[in-house]
């Protein structure tokens, strides 16, 4: 009886210390942290998310210097866009603007002088083939044949003139004293007459009628040579003349040039009327595309610059 009541007194002995050490092991494992715990899971989770953000955000990443390089274009453009409206929109003294046209009509006048006494009788000429279209033909192959240094100045002569006559009308109806504005203008005027001369020039070697377009070219430096010789001394009384003359002189001005344009169209209609009468869709095309689209372009323009 005494050995039973000992052992089963170090069987509880045992058991007693054994159930404190699995408390003891208990405790240390709930202390350290788990690997397959699901918070570690979420923190492994984070630590992923962290190093792909790290990852997207390396600066030698190629996408990454892509959107630099482009967000760098998009700040230069920017930058020189709001410079070029800054000098557009830069209002001038109306003094100082007098003053600058005085000068420049002043060489414009002298230049024109030049020009017509190089050769006198030209000015008669083209006054008398733009109603006879047998003597255009005989002034057009003449001009073939010799060289005239004559056609190309008072064709520069024309759009110099042109470009002031609008600059006038939009100082003398809206006010605007802007300083770059005639520069702007004398830009658009001659972009316009080069899309026109490239445009035919294209036409010529595409359908081969490289004469018929030479013709045509031909008519439209006769018309701007003569309305040269009209246009400076008119814009050299319009700049100095008083307010109500002025807006009378630039209506005036402004139904001649468009009467002289459609009486040029119907003339050259007329000239060429074996080529578009094959093809007289392809004629309207041409003067809806070269001939009034630039026109249009550049009204549609100089409105949104808030100048008209």
Same mark, same amino acid.
Request: proline share 2%; aromatic share 14%.
């Given at each position: 009886?005494?050995?039973?009541?000992?052992?089963?007194?170090?069987?509880?002995?045992?058991?007693?210390?054994?159930?404190?050490?699995?408390?003891?092991?208990?405790?240390?494992?709930?202390?350290?942290?788990?690997?397959?715990? =699901?918070?570690?899971?979420?923190?492994?989770?984070?630590?992923?998310?962290?190093?792909?953000?790290?990852?997207?955000?390396?600066?030698?990443?190629?996408?990454?210097?892509?959107?630099?390089?482009?967000?760098?274009?998009? $700040?230069?453009?920017?930058?020189?866009?709001?410079? +070029?409206?800054?000098? $557009?929109? +830069?209002?001038?003294?109306?003094?100082?603007?007098?003053?600058?046209?005085?000068?420049? #009509?002043?060489?414009?006048?002298?230049?024109?002088?030049?020009?017509?006494?190089?050769?006198?009788?030209?000015?008669?000429?083209?006054?008398?083939?733009?109603?006879?279209?047998?003597?255009?033909?005989?002034?057009? *192959?003449?001009?073939?044949?010799?060289? *005239?240094?004559?056609?190309?100045?008072?064709?520069?002569?024309?759009?110099?003139?042109?470009? =002031?006559?609008?600059?006038?009308?939009? =100082?003398?109806?809206?006010?605007?004293?802007?300083?770059? @504005?005639? &520069?702007?203008?004398?830009?658009?005027?001659? @972009?316009?007459?080069?899309?026109?001369?490239?445009?035919?020039?294209? $036409?010529?070697?595409?359908?081969?009628?490289?004469?018929?377009?030479?013709?045509?070219?031909?008519?439209? +430096?006769?018309?701007?040579?003569?309305?040269?010789?009209?246009?400076?001394?008119?814009?050299?009384? +319009?700049?100095?003349?008083?307010?109500?003359?002025?807006?009378?002189? =630039?209506?005036?001005?402004?139904?001649? #040039?468009?009467?002289?344009?459609?009486?040029?169209? #119907?003339?050259? &209609?007329?000239?060429?009327?074996?080529?578009?009468?094959?093809?007289?869709?392809?004629?309207? #095309?041409?003067?809806?595309?070269?001939?009034?689209?630039?026109?249009?372009?550049?009204?549609?323009?100089?409105?949104?610059?808030?100048?008209?």
């Amino acid at each position: 009886m005494v050995l039973a009541s000992s052992l089963s007194a170090l069987n509880w002995q045992k058991l007693f210390i054994g159930c404190i050490v699995m408390a003891l092991y208990t405790l240390v494992l709930q202390g350290q942290n788990n690997p397959f715990e =699901i918070s570690s899971r979420k923190a492994a989770k984070a630590d992923s998310s962290a190093t792909g953000t790290a990852q997207a955000l390396n600066p030698f990443e190629l996408i990454k210097a892509r959107a630099d390089a482009s967000n760098s274009t998009v $700040l230069v453009r920017d930058h020189w866009k709001q410079e +070029i409206d800054r000098l $557009l929109n +830069i209002r001038s003294d109306p003094q100082q603007v007098r003053s600058m046209l005085f000068w420049f #009509l002043l060489f414009l006048t002298f230049m024109l002088a030049i020009a017509v006494n190089l050769n006198r009788g030209l000015v008669a000429k083209l006054y008398r083939t733009s109603f006879n279209l047998n003597l255009f033909n005989i002034l057009y *192959r003449d001009s073939r044949e010799e060289s *005239r240094l004559i056609f190309p100045l008072l064709y520069g002569l024309y759009f110099a003139g042109l470009s =002031i006559f609008v600059y006038l009308s939009l =100082i003398v109806f809206k006010q605007s004293n802007y300083s770059m @504005l005639l &520069i702007v203008l004398a830009a658009a005027v001659m @972009l316009v007459y080069l899309v026109r001369h490239l445009s035919l020039r294209l $036409l010529a070697s595409v359908f081969k009628i490289g004469k018929e377009v030479d013709h045509y070219l031909f008519n439209i +430096i006769c018309f701007g040579s003569l309305m040269a010789i009209i246009l400076i001394p008119l814009d050299f009384v +319009i700049a100095f003349s008083r307010e109500e003359w002025a807006r009378k002189l =630039i209506i005036l001005g402004a139904v001649f #040039l468009m009467l002289a344009y459609l009486f040029r169209q #119907l003339k050259e &209609i007329l000239a060429s009327s074996n080529l578009w009468s094959r093809s007289i869709f392809h004629f309207l #095309l041409y003067l809806c595309a070269f001939e009034f689209a630039p026109l249009v372009f550049l009204v549609v323009y100089i409105h949104r610059q808030g100048w008209v």
